[in-house]
């Protein structure tokens, strides 16, 4: 049974535009939520992450944002650029310190077009 | 480079051969992980290793044997493997993941043949 789920396995934006990429999340006791990015041949590369206490995070054009009740998480980026095309995985992890070992979604590969 | 090292980045291996994975980390961090990732699946949680012992096992078959001989250094010992191991293998390390996530290293695609 997946814990963290990205239902949306590609999705395309035109340059210039939002992209919102979504994560929903089974696990009540997930308080730590984290995006990472994904190259072809690279590993993943840690984004932004946001805490449960809060409902929303943001740095430069990308900002997270928590729906505890809802258990659902989305990423925003705006103003997209194509160097933002690349897989996006959502991670979940329940509890802090060393012992928040992460639980990933399958990704959602975003690709945008100048 | 993310300061976690993996090698080789490519492997092709006989179901008979055995073979190792290498990875290592001078970031200073003290626990670190190995993850697989097969197409069109989430990344899984294999083994993690926390102060160079293991804190995790995610029902990996016997096949993979992990080696965490110190904090900076991550083995992954392979052996009879299956065509269907063929798959990303990606190494991790962390201080506090929640706060500060992984930092991963580019991975060792492996083929079984």
């Known amino acids: 049974d997946q814990q963290v789920k990205q239902n949306s396995p590609s999705l395309s934006v035109q340059e210039g535009r939002i992209s919102i990429l979504n994560c929903d999340y089974t696990n009540s006791m997930f308080d730590y939520f984290l995006w990472y990015k994904k190259y072809p041949a690279e590993g993943p590369t840690f984004l932004i992450s946001?805490?449960?206490?809060?409902d929303k995070n943001e740095d430069g054009r990308f900002t997270v944002f928590l729906n505890k009740s809802a258990k659902h998480l989305s990423l925003h980026i705006v103003p997209s650029q194509p160097g933002d095309s690349a897989v996006y995985f959502c991670?979940?992890?329940?509890?802090?310190?060393?012992?928040?070992?992460?639980?990933f979604g399958k990704g959602t590969k975003l690709s945008v077009k100048p | 480079e993310t300061g976690v090292t993996q090698t080789p980045r490519h492997l092709v291996m006989g179901m008979t051969n055995k073979k190792s994975l290498k990875c290592e980390q001078h970031?200073?961090?003290?626990?670190m992980y190995w993850y697989k990732q097969s197409a069109k699946k989430p990344l899984e949680l294999m083994f993690v290793?926390?102060?160079?012992?293991?804190?995790e096992n995610n029902s990996v078959p016997s096949r993979f044997s992990p080696e965490c001989p110190n904090s900076s250094h991550l083995f992954l010992h392979l052996h009879t493997l299956q065509p269907e191991d063929s798959a990303l293998y990606l190494c991790a390390s962390s201080s506090d993941p929640a706060n500060y996530g992984y930092t991963f290293g580019s991975g060792t695609r492996l083929t079984v043949v």
């Open positions: 991670a979940a992890s329940a509890g802090g310190g060393s012992q928040g070992n992460l639980i």
């Open positions: 946001i805490s449960s206490i809060k």
């Open positions: 290793y926390n102060f160079k012992e293991q804190t």
């Open positions: 970031l200073g961090h003290n626990a």
